[in-house]
T-cell receptor, first 111, second 109 residues
């Protein structure tokens, strides 16, 4: 069965902290994505990666960075967390540009 | 860039048919896919159209017209459990996948 696992379901961090969100997939997919989801705004693409050590900016990369050292793992990094980064973060993986499989999401609150 | 537009809310009666539309503007386009998301859950993949026409998967069908930059998701024999948010998504160049803002479907008895 397809599986995308995010390291935390809920996370509370303080303003200015460095935050790591981890995502692991077991499907040998080349493509991995990080989205954030906010009410009324849908899913907005932060970063994506189509191969190990490769990364591309999505639509809202400011304040974020990513790391893909291994094919199965894609990490999202908030260099200095701010309250406007409070959101639901969703990781996904896919073989092509479609049929993305999502993790269960991490609800991050920055206080 | 890429943008996809969907209606924000749709209400339909149990047992009826409902159509959720999606128009898109993308720089590079590979196909349109649809996802369902229940409150508190993660999006789950429903269907994908790479070519013009209708794709049917059980009670759900999806349609694409590349010339009109338009697609829709058709849900038949609506059930209460179909109450959820539905997102269209476009695959563009360099494996970039962008989502619309979502349509909240409410099924009423």
């Amino acid at each position: 069965d397809v599986k995308v696992t995010q390291s935390s379901r809920y996370l509370v961090k303080r303003t200015g902290e460095k935050v790591f969100l981890e995502c692991v997939q077991d499907m040998d997919h080349e493509n991995m994505f990080w989205y954030r989801q906010d009410p009324g705004l849908g899913l907005r693409l932060i970063y994506f990666s189509y191969d190990v050590k490769m990364k591309e900016k999505g639509d809202i990369p400011e304040g974020y960075s990513v790391s893909r050292e291994k094919k199965e793992r894609f990490s999202l990094i908030l260099e200095s967390a701010s309250t406007n980064q409070t959101s639901m973060y969703l990781c996904a993986s896919s073989l092509e540009e479609v049929a993305a499989f999502f993790g269960q999401g991490t609800r991050l609150t920055v206080v | 860039g890429q943008s996809l537009e969907q209606p924000s809310e749709v209400t339909a009666v149990e047992g009826a048919i409902v159509q959720i539309n999606c128009t898109y503007q993308t720089s590079g386009f590979y196909g349109l896919s649809w996802y369902q998301q229940h409150d508190g859950g993660a999006p789950t993949f429903l269907s994908y159209n790479a070519l013009d026409g209708l794709e049917e998967t059980g009670r759900f069908s999806s349609f694409l017209s590349r010339s009109d930059s338009y697609g829709y998701l058709l849900l038949q024999e609506l059930q209460m459990k179909d109450s959820a948010s539905y997102f269209c998504s476009a695959g563009g160049g360099y494996q970039k996948v962008t989502f619309g803002t979502g349509t909240k479907l409410q099924v009423i008895p």
